[in-house]
């Protein structure tokens, strides 16, 4: 395909997602007011710091948005038998899964930049490294963006069922990433855990850029961010990839 009907299929699909998609309740629930009840839940009615919590909140806030209109697109789009239609058009798979990717970034992106403002504002927030603040932002929006548009990959055109399943892989990930507790307090086999959760990465980045406080050096949150952008855009193309195979 000619790169310029590529760029624009691509382009097309991403407008498509954000006119339709964003104003879907689960994406609202999900995106936007679980990462704030869940955040006041803990801080409410404890003597904490809110400066030094904040990073993690931002964190959990670009997790949840970016990675709530992925899984929401494909199995509504199916269900609605749209889907095929989008690939009868000069529209190929990679068109499509780049177009959710990027509908699910920019969400997360502008949620995630509205709230860092009006907080900073407000509450006088430190910044240590306004660079490094925004490529946490960019890659962060684009690896779980990335996330939501594999979760929404397997056969199934109800979105319910893909909702239950991106609820109990980000749920989890929440508790092991450096948001409740602070990694540089976490030892022995918390410690461990959170090495496996790309979370840990981003929220790390965070607390570079706001409050100077990393525990991994800036390259390295870096590199595994973009590692598990190109696995999970790699894993989504196969799993649509084989359901058309298979006709799913």
Avoid at 83 to 101: F, K, M, N
Wanted: glycine share 8%; hydrophobic share 55%.
């Amino acid at each position: 395909m000619d790169l310029a009907i590529f760029a624009r299929s691509v382009t097309l699909v991403t407008e498509k997602n954000m006119r339709i998609y964003y104003y879907k309740g689960a994406v609202v629930i999900f995106g936007l007011l679980f990462p704030f009840l869940m955040f006041f839940t803990f801080f409410i009615g404890r003597n904490l710091d809110l400066t030094l919590f904040f990073p993690g909140f931002l964190g959990m806030m670009l997790f949840f948005t970016a990675s709530s209109v992925g899984p929401l697109i494909t199995p509504w789009e199916k269900r609605e038998k749209t889907y095929e239609r989008l690939l009868s058009l000069p529209v190929i798979l990679e068109s499509i899964i780049l177009g959710d990717l990027l509908s699910g970034a920019i969400f997360g992106i502008i949620i995630t930049l509205i709230v860092w403002i009006v907080s900073a504002v407000f509450l006088h927030l430190p910044l240590a490294n306004i660079g490094l603040l925004a490529l946490a932002l960019l890659l962060g929006a684009i690896a779980f963006a990335a996330l939501g548009t594999l979760l929404g990959s397997p056969a199934t055109d109800t979105p319910s069922n893909i909702m239950i399943l991106s609820s109990l892989v980000r749920f989890p990930l929440i508790f092991v990433s450096g948001i409740f507790i602070p990694l540089n307090q976490m030892q022995g086999w918390e410690r461990v855990l959170t090495f496996f959760s790309p979370l840990t990465y981003l929220v790390d980045l965070f607390y570079g850029a706001l409050n100077g406080t990393a525990v991994y050096p800036p390259f390295l949150d870096v590199l595994v961010l973009v590692v598990v952008i190109l696995l999970f855009i790699g894993c989504a193309k196969i799993i649509q990839q084989r359901n058309l195979v298979t006709g799913n």
